[in-house]
Each structure stands twice: as structure tokens, then as C-alpha cells.
């Protein structure tokens, strides 16, 4: 089975940072894309950026310039580095490849 585990979240004020990680299993292909979903209390779910094979990247209007999402293939993980942190931000973040999601990770933005 596949299986991707985010780590990272947690309270920050206004203004910091955070680097989530999602650690995934050696089957995934180092050339498939992967993506960062976000889901805020009473919203829909969103793509926050995603990353494809070719190290292309797309990201929500919302996180553009302040989000930066990498991977790297020999250690198996995914990573979402978030600046300049805003309330907004504030959400469960999931890493996902395919249709598999991880569990998520709690990210609160304090203001």
C-alpha cells in the first residue's frame, strides 16, 4: 500500500513560517506529480500547489510567492515551505499522489 504522512504543522503567529514534510512510499515514481490540498473549517477543499515530474510547479493565487513546494526523490519526501503565514492559511493540509491522501496536518495561524 502506498502511504503519505505529513509532519510539520502546528501554531505560528502572523508573519512566520513552517515547512510541512509528507514522507511517501519508494513505489511512487520520482516523475508522477504530487500536490499540497488544503481544507479550511466550513470550506472546500483546495490545491495549494502541486509539483509534476519535470519539477513544474502551480500554485493558488492565495499562496503565490509565499509557498514553495519541492521534493526530493532519495529521501522519499515532499515538502511545502510557507512564508509569510497569514489567518487564512489556517487549515488541515494534505499531501496527495493520485487519489491517495494523507491523514493531514493541522497548520493555525495566529493573528
Known amino acids: 500500500q502506498v502511504q503519505l504522512v505529513e509532519s510539520g504543522g502546528g501554531l505560528v503567529q502572523a508573519g512566520g513560517s513552517l515547512r510541512l514534510s509528507c514522507a511517501y512510499s519508494p513505489s511512487i515514481g520520482r516523475f508522477d506529480a504530487m500536490a499540497w490540498h488544503r481544507q479550511a473549517p466550513g470550506k472546500q477543499r483546495e490545491l495549494v500547489a502541486a509539483?509534476?515530474?519535470?519539477?513544474?510547479?502551480t500554485y493558488a493565487d492565495s499562496v503565490k510567492g509565499r509557498f514553495t513546494i519541492s521534493r526530493d526523490s532519495a529521501k522519499n519526501t515532499l515538502y511545502l515551505q510557507m512564508n509569510s503565514l497569514k489567518p487564512e492559511d489556517t487549515a488541515v493540509y494534505y499531501c496527495?499522489?493520485?487519489?491517495?491522501w494523507g491523514q493531514g496536518t493541522q497548520v493555525t495561524v495566529s493573528s
Open positions: 509539483i509534476n515530474g519535470d519539477k513544474s510547479t
Open positions: 496527495v499522489w493520485r487519489r491517495i
